[in-house]
T-cell receptor, first 114, second 114 residues
Framework: AQSVTQLDSQVPVFEEAPVELRCNYS??????LFWYVQYPNQGLQLLLK??????LVKGINGFEAEFNKSQTSFHLRKPSVHISDTAEYFC????????????FGGGTRVLVKP | DTGVSQDPRHKITKRGQNVTFRCDPI?????LYWYRQTLGQGPEFLTY????????KSRLLSDRFSAERPKGSFSTLEIQRTEQGDSAMYLC????????????FGQGTRLTVV
């Protein structure tokens, strides 16, 4: 079975400052990793995904994440946040034999302050 | 294609009533997933279909829950004899088997049981 731990439930950050959201996973098989963003009362939107290949993954809205197999981590970063980045962010994992069903972390709420 | 569509967006029901939600996936997607998200938590997997076949059900899906995808297109999720603990956001997602593994989410149906 897989599990995902998002180490920070809330991250306050000032506008134009960098942000890092931490994600650790556990799995006995090779995994695919995702970051999704959720705005209030909305569904989930994919920010980026790691399937294979380069461990540095670039996504939409200036976000990037780095897959670290030895540390079983997939941390999300943005060098300069905007007010519009205020949202909840979810890290998720799946693997091919799981029918691609996702296991999510508990989420990190990012609050960008002016 | 406008993406994954869920109906209704909001539902308030009295305890003990039955409710049914509908999900229309992206047209060429053969996989369809249901997740439940309670306040402040990440989504949890409930069940998924490949075409019309229901391939997996979570232990979260009690006997009061039933999901169908009769023609391999839209899906319904029914909850019988609703309880206050059923209050949550119900998310639907769809994907193409073996293509990028990315799941596209609908905007969800928020259920409130009073």
């Amino acid at each position: 079975a897989q599990s995902v731990t998002q180490l920070d439930s809330q991250v306050p950050v000032f506008e134009e400052a960098p942000v890092e959201l931490r994600c650790n996973y556990s799995s006995s098989v090779s995994v695919y990793l995702f970051w999704y963003v959720q705005y209030p009362n909305q569904g989930l939107q994919l920010l980026l995904k790691y399937l294979s290949g380069s461990t540095l993954v670039k996504g939409i809205n200036g976000f990037e994440a780095e897959f670290n197999k030895s540390q079983t981590s997939f941390h999300l970063r943005k060098p300069s946040v905007h007010i519009s980045d205020t949202a909840e962010y979810f890290c998720a994992v799946t693997y091919k034999a799981a029918g691609n069903k996702l296991t999510f972390g508990g989420g990190t709420r990012v609050l960008v302050k002016p | 294609d406008t993406g994954v569509s869920q109906d209704p967006r909001h539902k308030i029901t009295k305890r003990g009533q039955n409710v049914t939600f509908r999900c229309d996936p992206i047209s060429e997607h053969n996989r369809l997933y249901w997740y439940r998200q309670t306040l402040g938590q990440g989504p949890e997997f409930l069940t998924y279909f490949q075409n019309e076949a229901q391939l997996e059900k979570s232990r979260l899906l009690s006997d009061r829950f039933s999901a169908e995808r009769p023609k391999g297109s839209f899906s319904t999720l029914e909850i019988q004899r609703t309880e206050q603990g059923d209050s949550a956001m119900y998310l639907c997602a769809s994907s193409i088997r073996d293509r990028d593994t990315e799941a596209f989410f609908g905007q969800g149906t928020r259920l409130t049981v009073v």
